[in-house]
């Protein structure tokens, strides 16, 4: 029977202390599971939080954790952080990464649509009319807002362009460095982690940040901001097999009671709340062995897109306050420039198909693909160049079509090629917008006008479009347009329409003072063939065609006498109209460049008083914009001549008002001829408007005047008007606060919200 040696019991006791004390003893006590064993390394995780543009941060501390010889293992990622993390997983270099996107004009990456220059005619001719940020749409019998207030196409054109030499990867994990994105499933309400599939579309569906880009279908699933439910996914990175975390959190904080006075306001708080509460949860989730990094980033916030420099500059700067603490993920020089080595050879990239063997359109209705492919440059056969492949999406996405174009390369049997990702509006083809003109002197004169246009697009399979405007206010009216392409790849279309409008007007006498009021009547029926310039109208249209008008001018007040006291005269004119528009403005309020171009000729015959004659009118005017750093000078020239001034027609030709002679009234300068030129000059000013484009600050001198047929037009009867003004480039339109002067007219304030 063998020998039991029994301890003394004074040794039984401290051994069991010492056990029970390492069972129960918090993790700190415990024994490291990240020790350096001899057949493993720890696995080291960077876990990068969402924020918006504050996730520029994330990239100084990718060049913090460079210079300190810290191998990353593994990159887990939500919205912005994904984005970040996604593209340094594919073996950019922190420096690299830092150019590429300090290179990005990520304000107007953010545009609501394509460069102005891009869209066809008829879409520029819109915007002196209505905002293109107020609108909606109108399917299965409801309205519907838009789901995201920007357009993501550019940021995943962006993405995409970074991301093609990974496509035939099977996984995440074959990337240099191995990665996940963290998004929202939209019905559900769950997490998912992606890690397979198209890295750019998993970049993209992490940062659908709600009210800003609409969701991302993807897989069958519609996916929202991560931040919402994993903002800082540690869980991830440890499901993955993380030894120790480096978390990296630059969410927004909290805002002030101040902000939360409007819908706005609330809405981001709330988000932010739900962002904040899960953050919480995964701060508590990290252990001593872990590292957190909070950049200090102060005021600056997730919209903040133009200081990314800074951003990166403070994320750097948080990390290597944090050295001591990175010192113990460091390897030595020779071990960390061998894993060097081993993420830039798998960083190689999947070279370009030298011919396309097909290219494709989806996401259509197919009797729309033979219109649609006309658009489109690249063809099979040719060399794939992401270049012009953005081209085609550009003028896809010009028409306002789609909420979402995209591209991807696929492989089927015969080959790779180009499949261009089309998602219509999830509104619907009848499209809604506001217009708005508020006009006031604060002198009891003033002028207010409201407009709703509807287009209805893709009236049939030629891309047919069907366009209607209302208007109320001091000019009161309906319009109709139905607009037919014909011949799609030489640019030839029809359009038939209907204008009927009335207005008030005033005239004026020697002293300014006003001596009569009239109310102008006119309906207007017309037909035009027409061709565009440019691809798609790009660079404008020309038009010839027919019209018919009704016009009737009718007195209400003239020198005491009113009502039915003062004739009322009626007209009827025919004749054929030559028009030719080209806008090649950047922006059509407060233009930095570009020019603008519109000339009419139209010749026919009046029926007046049962007396027929010929008559015709000519008119010209011009805009070119050019700027320097933040100053802009905007020149603009009008000139108009008509045949005759009928009886009655008093607005043939007028001027006055704001930038049309500034101090003098609206209509307070008529005649035949008329001539008008000038010159603005105005500063973007250093200011974040938030709810506009641009603030700006100007001056006008305007030289001009309008001459009766009989009379002579000489240099010395020009008219002198000027005015300086703020303004700004809003949602609702152009807004202008003025002070106005002419010698022989008045000086005064105006307020003015519209195109002056």
Same mark, same amino acid.
């Given at each position: ?60 501390? /990718? !060049? ?18 994904? =984005? ?36 066809? +005619?008829?879409? !520029? ?11 909606? %749409?109108? !399917? @299965?019998?409801?309205?519907? /807002? ?8 550019? *940021? ?23 990665? $996940?994105?963290?998004?929202? @499933? ?40 991560? %931040? ?6 540690? @869980?991830?990175? $440890? &499901? ?40 919480? $949860? ?43 603490? *990175? ?24 070279? *370009?198909?030298? +011919?396309?063997?097909?290219?494709? =359109? ?19 056969? +040719? ?5 012009? &492949?953005?081209?085609?999406?550009? $003028?896809?996405?010009? #028409? ?61 399979? +030629? ?6 405007? =209302? ?53 207007? =029926? ?43 005269? %009626? ?35 009046? @029926? ?18 050019? #700027? ?129």
């Amino acid at each position: 029977m063998p020998t039991v040696h029994r301890l003394p019991f004074f040794l039984l006791w401290p051994l069991a202390w010492l056990s029970a004390w390492f069972a129960l003893a918090p993790a700190w006590a415990q024994p490291s599971s990240a020790t350096t064993t001899a057949d493993r390394p720890p696995r080291v995780a960077l876990v990068l939080s969402g924020g918006g543009a504050r996730g520029f941060a994330h990239v100084g501390v /990718l !060049k913090a954790l460079e210079a300190a010889r810290v191998p990353v293992d593994l990159v887990v990622g939500t919205s912005m952080g994904a =984005i970040i993390g996604g593209l340094y997983a594919t073996g950019l270099s922190a420096d690299e990464l830092e150019r590429e996107l300090l290179a990005v004009e990520w304000n107007a990456l953010f545009n609501t649509r394509e460069p102005r220059q891009l869209l066809s +005619q008829r879409r !520029k001719e819109e915007d002196f009319e209505f905002s293109p940020v107020l609108q909606l %749409g109108f !399917k @299965d019998g409801e309205f519907r /807002l838009p789901t995201g207030a920007v357009s993501s196409r550019s *940021l995943e054109m962006l993405l995409r362009r970074y991301t093609l030499g990974t496509r035939a990867l099977p996984h995440f994990d074959a990337l240099p460095t191995p990665f $996940r994105a963290v998004a929202t @499933d939209m019905e559900s309400g769950q997490a998912v982690v992606l890690g397979q599939g198209d890295l750019a579309a998993a970049m993209r569906a992490s940062m659908s940040v709600p009210g800003v880009f609409a969701p991302l279908e993807l897989d069958g699933r519609l996916l929202g901001d991560g %931040g919402l439910v994993n903002n800082l996914p540690v @869980d991830v990175a $440890r &499901a993955l097999g993380a030894d120790v975390v480096i978390a990296v959190n630059i969410g927004t904080p909290l805002a002030g009671r101040d902000t939360l006075g409007s819908v706005i306001g609330l809405t981001a708080q709330m988000i932010n709340i739900l962002t904040e509460q899960n953050v919480q $949860r995964s701060l508590a989730s990290l252990t001593p062995h872990d590292l957190l990094v909070t950049p200090a980033l102060g005021r600056l916030t997730s919209g903040d897109f133009d200081k990314a420099s800074d951003l990166v500059a403070l994320g750097l700067d948080a990390a290597r306050q944090a050295a001591p603490a *990175l010192a113990r993920f460091a390897v030595e020089p020779a071990q960390y420039q061998a894993w060097r080595a081993r993420r830039q050879q798998a960083a190689r990239a999947e070279a *370009l198909p030298a +011919q396309l063997a097909f290219v494709a =359109i989806e996401g259509v209705p197919p009797e729309r693909l033979a219109r649609l492919r006309t658009q489109i440059e690249v063809q099979p056969g +040719q060399t794939m160049a992401p270049a012009r &492949a953005e081209q085609d999406l550009q $003028r896809l996405a010009a #028409s306002g079509d789609y909420m979402r174009a995209d591209y991807r390369l696929a492989t089927e049997a015969g080959g790779e090629g180009l499949i261009y990702q089309l998602a219509e509006k999830d509104w619907g083809q009848n499209h809604f917008r506001l217009g708005l003109d508020l006009r006031t002197d604060f002198r009891g004169s003033g002028e207010f006008n409201l407009r709703l246009s509807h287009n209805r697009h893709w009236v049939n399979d +030629q891309g047919a479009e069907w366009r209607n405007r =209302i208007q109320l206010g001091e000019k009161s009216g309906l319009y109709s347009e139905f607009f037919q392409p014909l011949d799609r790849s030489a640019g030839y279309f029809v359009s038939a329409y209907l204008d009927h409008w009335m207005r008030r007007f005033d005239t004026y006498g020697e002293d300014n003072q006003a001596t009569a009021v009239y109310r102008r009547r006119e309906t207007r =029926i017309g037909l035009d063939l027409g061709t565009t310039l440019g691809r798609d109208g790009a660079f404008g249209d020309a038009r010839l065609g027919w019209f018919g008008a009704r016009r009737v001018t009718i007195p209400d007040i003239i020198a005491g006498y009113t009502g039915r006291d003062l004739e009322r005269v %009626g007209w009827n004119e025919q004749g054929l109209r030559l028009a030719l528009v080209s806008d090649q403005l950047d922006h059509a309020n407060f233009p930095l460049s570009g020019y603008r171009l519109r000339a009419e000729a139209i010749t026919g015959r009046r @029926d007046l008083l049962g007396l027929r004659q010929g008559f015709h009118r000519q008119e010209l005017s011009g805009t070119y914009a050019l #700027s320097a750093g933040r100053d802009t000078l905007n020149l603009h020239l009008r000139l108009a001549r008509s045949s005759s001034l009928p009886l009655g027609a008093i607005d043939e030709y007028s001027l006055g008002g704001f930038h049309q002679l500034s101090g003098y009234r609206v209509g307070q300068i008529i005649g035949n001829d008329l001539a008008l030129l000038r010159l603005t000059h105005y500063r973007r000013l250093d200011v974040n408007p938030g709810i506009a484009r641009a603030l700006f600050a100007g001056a006008t001198l305007e030289l001009g005047n309008a001459w009766a047929r009989n009379d002579t037009p000489r240099l010395r009867d020009l008219r002198l008007g000027s005015s300086v003004f703020l303004g700004a480039d809003t949602g609702v339109g152009p807004v202008y606060l003025a002070l106005v002067h002419a010698p022989k007219g008045f000086t005064g304030v105006y307020f003015f919200l519209g195109r002056p």
